[in-house]
């Protein structure tokens, strides 16, 4: 499976941008970069999701790299309900290695500070 | 609209004893999911199945784990029989189905299992 790398713990204060890193340089050409995040005490939430173009949702945005080799998860306004474990996951499409499976890694804690 | 039900949310325990985990998934999901999910740690796919047909059960620890998924609704996991290392949280998730690229998995709350 195709492996991404984040780094452990992250810092914000609220109401301020948070730019949350993701490595993915073996990514094949038919994964999609999937972005889920695990508040305390509750099962992991789908955030976000794109291929190659930028996506934007109520949420947050995907910035991803032209070589696709790594992107970003924007939160433009960091609150404390955005403290969270935060990963991404790179989600096959069929006949893909990683197709119908997500492989979690270990995420980002991102702590938001009042 | 309900999202993935699970129950029970906590349960404890002693080890060789038997435990069984049930999920309702979203309606209309055909894709259900096992996860497990150690302290710390991302989770990790125990079974996948597509309506009733566990189409990927190759983490699953067949010795002791087994898991059904009658008439492609419900499922349930169980634990025959229990060790201390089984200790941990057991999520379900569903989707509609693994067949598109832009598959989301809805995530149950899971159910934290302590095994003394």
């Known amino acids: 499976d195709a492996k991404t790398t984040q780094p452990n713990s992250m810092e914000s204060n609220e109401e301020e941008p948070v730019h949350l890193p993701c490595n993915h340089s073996t990514i094949s050409g038919t994964d999609y970069i999937h972005w889920y995040r695990q508040l305390p005490s509750q099962g992991p939430e789908y955030v976000i999701h794109?291929?190659?173009s930028n996506v934007n949702n109520r949420m947050a945005s995907l910035a991803i790299a032209e070589d696709r080799k790594s992107s970003t998860l924007i939160l433009h306004r960091a609150t404390l309900r955005d403290a969270a474990v935060y990963y991404c996951i790179l989600f096959g499409h069929a006949g893909g290695t990683s197709y119908g499976k997500l492989t979690f890694g270990q995420g980002t804690i991102l702590t938001v500070h009042p | 609209e309900a999202g993935v039900v699970q129950s029970p949310r906590y349960k404890i325990i002693e080890k060789k004893q038997p435990v069984a985990f049930w999920c309702n998934p979203i309606s209309g999901h055909n894709t259900l999911y096992w996860y497990l999910q150690n302290l710390g740690q991302g989770p990790e796919l125990l079974i996948r199945?597509?309506?009733?047909?566990?189409?990927?059960d190759s983490q699953l620890p067949k010795d002791r784990f087994s898991a059904e998924r009658l008439k492609g609704v419900d499922s349930t996991l169980k634990i025959q029989p229990a060790e201390l290392g089984d200790s941990a949280v057991y999520l379900c998730?569903?989707?509609?189905?693994?067949?598109?690229?832009?598959?989301?998995?809805?995530f149950g709350p899971g159910t934290r299992l302590l095994v003394l």
């Open positions: 794109g291929l190659t």
């Open positions: 199945y597509e309506n009733e047909e566990a189409v990927d």
């Open positions: 998730a569903s989707s509609l189905g693994a067949s598109t690229y832009q598959e989301t998995q809805y």
